[in-house]
């Protein structure tokens, strides 16, 4: 059974930083690509980063580039989402995700499975 087990989250005044990780399970993940997506409230949901399944390429959503950074561990299954000069817009349940295959994509209905998520709330 694959699970995707997110941590990290938190409340932070804007401008601050946060690191969120995401352990995974139940498969080999060292060969598949793995990503983020974010829901705010009222809001759909929307992609926020993805990396490769060797960490080479990597993909960001325009609003969040510069200011985090995602990289993975697949000794130790594991993403992470370095997220720095926090904004109150980036306030949302952030999800970890994988997908099926090596390459990652933009599109939410991409990903095969899908972490629990975590609570990111950014005060002005």
């Known amino acids: 059974q694959v699970q995707l087990v997110e941590s990290g989250g938190g409340l932070v005044q804007a401008g601050g930083s946060l690191r969120l990780s995401c352990a995974a399970s139940g498969r080999t993940f060292s060969s598949v690509a793995m990503g983020w997506f974010r829901q705010a409230p009222g809001k759909e949901r929307e992609f926020v980063a993805a990396?490769?399944?060797?960490?080479?390429?990597?993909y960001y959503q325009n609003s969040v580039k510069g200011r985090f950074t995602i990289s993975r561990d697949n000794a130790k299954n594991t993403v992470y989402l370095q997220m720095n000069s926090l904004k109150p817009e980036d306030t949302a349940v952030y999800y970890c995700t994988t997908y099926p295959n090596e390459a990652p994509c933009l599109a939410s209905s991409c990903p095969d499975y899908w972490g629990q998520g975590t609570q990111v709330t950014v005060s002005s």
């Open positions: 990396i490769s399944w060797s960490g080479s390429i990597k």
